[in-house]
């Protein structure tokens, strides 16, 4: 007794297995690259008797390939993981939310170090420093007691 279901529809990964149902896994391996198959036509066709009255089934696509109305959709996050417009929008998206938050930050940082001149914690730069001889005479020891430090 032949099986109800089309020998050719089988997993896309794995040929030697199939799902009973329709299933978006399962592919029509009748083809050199197994193409996914429409849910409808798996249950009108490839998962009942009627496979055998199938082209690909018949002749093996051999005409013109799988065709396109019998290629299964892909799920819209497949679609939008492919889509290159999704892809650049994200990004723009993401880039945008960035310079809103680093901005204001970056802006924060620039402000700190201009107070921290102005209340003296970092020297403006053209402030000038003594040089070694002038620390060292600037303590000269008195009445013959030497300077530790």
């Given at each position: 007794?032949e099986s109800?279901i ?7 990964d ?7 149902f329709?299933y978006?896994?399962?592919?029509c ?15 009108s066709?490839?998962l ?7 082209a690909?089934y ?11 109305f019998?290629?299964a959709d892909?799920p819209?996050?497949k679609r939008?993981l ?7 929008v ?8 960035l310079?809103?938050i680093?901005?204001p930050q970056i802006t ?16 403006p730069a ?23 430090q």
């Open positions: 007794m109800k089309c020998p050719y529809l089988c997993l896309v794995d040929p030697s297995s199939c799902k009973d329709p978006e896994g399962n592919a391996h009748r083809v050199k690259k197994p193409v996914p198959v429409k849910l409808s036509y798996q249950k066709h490839c009942t008797e009627a496979h055998t009255r199938c690909g018949i002749t093996g696509w051999e005409t013109g390939g799988f065709p396109k019998l290629r892909y819209n996050w939008a492919f889509n290159t417009k999704v892809w650049l994200s990004l723009s998206i993401i880039f945008l939310f310079l809103v680093l901005i924060n940082i620039g402000e700190e170090i201009g107070a921290r001149n102005n209340d003296g914690l970092i020297p053209e402030t000038e420093y003594p040089t070694l001889t002038e620390t060292l005479y600037a303590h000269k020891p008195t009445n013959g007691h030497t300077n530790t």
